[in-house]
């Protein structure tokens, strides 16, 4: 069975310091692994995917993440937090033949002005 | 590009009353569309799937004759919150995936979701 873990609930940084947000997965196959990011009251947005090709993936906004299999992580990063990166952030890996998405239980990122 | 839409945004309604929920993709073709239910801080769960023309499969312990869900072409799918009740209030978000446009078959895009209030 796959599954995604986000090691951390709330993350806050100050504005213009790293983003680092946590995900390991578990998965018998080779995952596909995505970040989506959730403003309050708002649907989902895809930041970034990862789906074999480059281990290091470029998203939107100036987020990436890396895949790392010998950690089972895909953990998502920004060089320099902006106010407006404030939001739920969710790492998903998609089960595999089915195109369902299995979600974390998200990470909420405060960024302190 | 790969946008879907969701009517109303939010809606507020009478105990036993019915709501219906309609998911759209604007710009590509959703050959399967999925409903989650998100409470409060918490995660997504996934309620139903659908592909166009087929009966939506459910997840265990949704309510298939509560939560009526159609897919009736490759661009719409509803919702329909049978005789609602205040613990059916919640926010919902629809989601697909498809071809055409800059949509990806491996890809699900969201919906803006709709807050659903039961009085």
């Known amino acids: 069975a796959q599954s995604v873990t986000q090691l951390d609930s709330h993350v806050s940084v100050s504005e213009g310091t790293p983003v680092l947000l946590r995900c390991n997965y578990s998965?018998?196959?080779?995952?596909?692994l995505f970040w989506y990011v959730q403003h309050p009251n708002k649907g989902l947005q895809l930041l970034l995917k990862?789906?074999?090709?480059?281990?290091l993936v470029k998203g939107i906004n100036g987020f990436e993440a890396e895949f790392k299999k010998s950690e089972t992580s895909f953990h998502l990063t920004k060089p320099s937090a902006h106010m407006s990166d404030a939001a739920e952030y969710f790492c998903?890996?998609?089960?595999?033949?089915?195109?369902?998405?299995?979600f974390g239980t998200g990470t909420r990122l405060k960024v302190l002005a | 590009g790969a946008v879907v839409s969701q009517h109303p945004s939010w809606v507020i309604c009478k105990s036993g009353t019915s709501v219906k929920i309609e998911c759209r993709s604007l710009?590509?073709?959703?050959?399967?569309m999925f409903w989650y239910r998100q409470f409060p801080k918490q995660s997504l769960m996934l309620m139903a799937t659908?592909?166009?023309?087929?009966?939506?499969?459910?997840e265990q312990g949704v309510e298939k004759d509560k939560f009526l869900i159609n897919h009736a072409s490759l661009t719409l799918s509803t919702l329909t919150v049978t005789s609602a009740h205040p613990e059916d209030s919640s926010f919902y978000i629809c989601?697909?995936?498809?071809?055409?446009?800059?949509?990806?078959?491996?890809?699900?895009?969201f919906g803006p979701g709709t807050r659903l209030t039961v009085l």
């Open positions: 989601s697909a995936r498809g071809v055409g446009g800059a949509a990806r078959t491996d890809t699900q895009y």
């Open positions: 998965s018998s196959y080779s995952p596909s």
């Open positions: 990862y789906t074999s090709a480059a281990t």
């Open positions: 998903v890996v998609m089960a595999s033949g089915t195109y369902k998405y299995i």
């Open positions: 710009d590509f073709q959703a050959t399967t």
């Open positions: 659908s592909n166009e023309g087929s009966k939506a499969t459910y």
